[in-house]
């Protein structure tokens, strides 16, 4: 008997794409209608077309995008507006008024997507069962949920913000696909927790190859030049790290700690990956530091550099690479995973990155609190710190 389902996926990024993707075409049954939609928030149009390609590793019935759409130019770091809400919103009179206004806010806007994605749904709304695929923190599930009440959701990976998510919320109301799902229910389990909704990914045991070819298929529609590699590379993810108030010098600083730890830095070519949201002013910082540093080195800006997942577009280097580096980059923890057969040794340092936010706002202090322990027995079990 056909599987009369409608199933809605809410990707928020590349990889979450890619994820959503290769789980919803392992997973279709005859009869279940998949739709994937891309959340709401501001992403660069080049992002958005990524997700595009990447959505065509599965037939979907229905793609629709929620994006607002910004150039290449668009700069993500946070306005001093931000910064100063970020800083007093949790002050004792002021949290109050601002929930108040929030929760007013929050409301109308619901209602407002709840009948965007009647639209965008349009038969598939009223027919058979409905179950939502999402992330932890993926706003369109909300509307969602209004529109179907009885709805079942399944949280998909994303990063290690969905980890801290659950940790400092609590057991989310349905099941978890995870990458370190083993990992993660020894975590839960240690610290007093039930785990039996933590269940695996399911990624394909060849992803790096499914990886490649992706990426083949990205290249097609891109014109920007590719960078060519002959020597060994080191593979450096850049963070966007503004919300913690760093000063300018730690993007210089991050950049000498990685070549400090290497015996001989000059022998390699550094491949560096910006973050979506990387900032301007630490560009600029970075830049000058590998400048004065002497060694060779390629930015991966514009095009596919700040459209593409690192775990996808690691796939043009990883024959190449002997170490990657981040702080605290989800990247570099997801690379170690997905590509463990190859001889690469995996590099983190939140002890590093500690030194540097003194002055972030108390809530990123707690935040990152929360991030050590979790790094250091969850998602670094094929990683080292330096």
Known sequence: MPNDRTRIFICTSHISCVYMALFARDTWAAGMKDILLVDT??????????????????????????SEEVGIEHRFEPSLRKRLTRRWKGAPVI????????????????????????IVLGADATAGSVEVFAHTETYLRHPLQQLFPSSACTFMEHGQGDYIHIIEGGKPIGQLRALFAVPFKCFLERYGQGSDWVLPLRLPDDFPAIAADLLAKHELGN??????????????LLEALDM??????????YIEH?????DDPKKYHFILKPHPRQSALSMEHTR????????????LEGGLGHS????????????????????????CFYLSQ?????????????????????????????????????????????????
């Not at 928030?41 to 229905?62: D, K, M, N």
């Not at 949290?95 to 009647?118: G, Q, V």
């Not at 913690?244 to 600083?253: D, I, K, T």
């Not at 000058?288 to 930015?299: E, F, M, N, Q, V």
């Open 223 to 236: 014109t920007a030049p590719m960078v060519e590699v002959t020597m060994h590379v080191v593979y450096v």
């Open 338 to 386: 997905l590509y463990r057969d190859l001889r690469i040794t995996y590099h983190y340092s939140t002890e590093f990155m500690e030194r540097w936010i003194g002055d972030a706002p108390p809530q990123y202090k707690r935040l990152f609190a929360k991030m050590k322990p979790l790094i250091s027995e969850v998602l670094a079990e094929r990683c080292v710190p330096y």
């Open 308 to 331: 593409l997942a690192t775990e996808i577009e690691f796939a043009r280097w990883a024959g190449r690479t002997e170490h990657v580096f981040c702080l605290v980059s989800s990247g």
């Open 41 to 66: 928030g501001i992403r660069r149009s080049e992002v958005v077309r990524s997700i595009s390609e990447a959505a065509s590793l599965h037939r979907w019935r229905t793609f629709h995008s929620f």
């Open 288 to 299: 000058s530091s590998c400048d004065k540093s002497g060694i060779t080195y390629s930015i």
């Open 244 to 253: 913690y108030n760093v000063p300018p010098e730690f993007w210089g600083a």
């Open 95 to 118: 949290r109050t008024i601002y929930s108040w206004l929030l929760k007013r806010y929050m409301s109308a806007r619901d209602r407002r997507y709840a009948a965007e994605l009647m």
């Open 258 to 262: 990685i070549i400090g730890s290497l």
